[in-house]
């Protein structure tokens, strides 16, 4: 008896000693984390160590991939499983319905499940995947069609970025034969989906407008788009289902490997520096899992800044071509996260800005990118109804999180991992700029007056 209380009494010491510890450490599913600049990095607690992420086989996953190959998850007491998924709503449904803890998704998803378009959720990022990494491809047929119309240079180079005025007597030529022409993109909210309307807006060309009776999106529409998956692109090209596309890649470097179609232009060249992907998790998992959603963006901020460090990526391009990653040849996947883009067989360009990780605070939420993908959804009618323009700066800050970014950041910087530079100076809006193929100028502050500021596209009165 006396031997079996002495064991219970260890047994007693030892719980009481482990749950002293956790108290300490700041445990407990409602932990929350200080702003303090003294904070010890060790008392964050994790509250949901094994942990399930979504992503779709593209090469802007990448940060995901490294987090977990470099052990950067692992290093913040994160037991991570990365699982390929086979389309964008799958991806936002897992997420919504708790299957997957959090995802590399659309920037465009978590924004349009805010706003009111598809299916709606309180979704929130805290931190954005990449800049740019997408492109504009043409079937062979089509781009023999639109050469002629393109400049060149004195070698008779053509000249890029390639403008879509190119391409509208294609299209003109395929309607009078009676042949609708037909594109393809990613998903309705997709920045694929914005950044081909862009393109084609900026020549005349119109893209359709979504109403209530045409979810397709194709009212008045020049141009037929339709959503294919990604890595379905380049055979849906290849049998003649659509006649170009906007995806990200290998996709375009697929075509151009695969001898079927020909990029031409990039999302580099149509907005310069360009969100593209975000991590995104539900807000009632943030608020359950605080310091376990601050780990994840550590990590992930981690794996962009090794990204973005020179002699890296073709480390990174062996990793992506894994089948369980991308997937793809690493000769396609490094012709763009090398720093070049080909573009007609053989016209391969430098473009060290083509996929961009870290540089230019790549990773941070920023609330005018977040406020761009509304004012494109109010433009082409996903937003069926104008709003005051308070409801832009309301409804993003409940989406983009750049609060739980600096938490992570300031963590890392304390660690050594990042220097005080590395984070911005912001009150999370960055300044007006006009690098868009058309010139046009776009303040996020403003995003009323931007919405106004197209010849095609919904107009809306300001209404403050």
Known sequence: MMKMTKSLLIHLLIMAVAFLLLVRCGGGAKSEITQNADIDPATLAIEKPQLTFGFIKLTDMAPLAIAKELGYFEEEGLFVTIEAQSNWKNVLDRVIDGQ???????????????????RQAELVTPFSMDLNGNGITVSNEVWAKMKPNVPVDEEGKTLHPIKADALAPVITEYKNNGKPFKMGMVFPVSTHNYEIRYWLAAAGI??????????????????????????????????????????????????????????????????????EKVFVMTKAFVEKYPNTAVAVTKALIRAAKWL????????????????????ADSVVIANSMTGTFEFEKGDKRSMPDFNVFFRYNATYPWFSDGIWFLTQMRRWGQIPEGKPEAWYHETIKKIYRPDIWTKAAELLVEEGHLDGGDLPETDGYKPPTSDFIDGNLYDGKKPIEYINSFEIGNKDELVQ
């Open 100 to 118: 997957l803890d959090g995802s590399h998704m659309l920037a465009g998803q978590p924004v349009a499940a805010g706003a009111g378009f598809g």
């Open 206 to 275: 119109n893209p359709g407008f979504y109403t209530k009776d045409n979810i397709q999106g194709q009212v008045d529409a020049d141009v037929l788009l339709s959503v294919t998956p990604p890595p379905q692109m380049p055979a849906t090209l290849e049998a003649g289902t659509i006649y170009g596309y906007c995806v990200g890649e290998p996709w375009n470097q697929q075509a151009v490997f695969k001898g079927i179609g020909v990029p031409v232009t990039t999302n580099y060249d149509i907005w310069k520096n360009n969100p």
């Open 308 to 327: 973005d460090t020179p002699g890296n990526r073709p480390s990174a391009v062996g990793i992506l071509s894994m089948p369980e990653y991308v997937g």
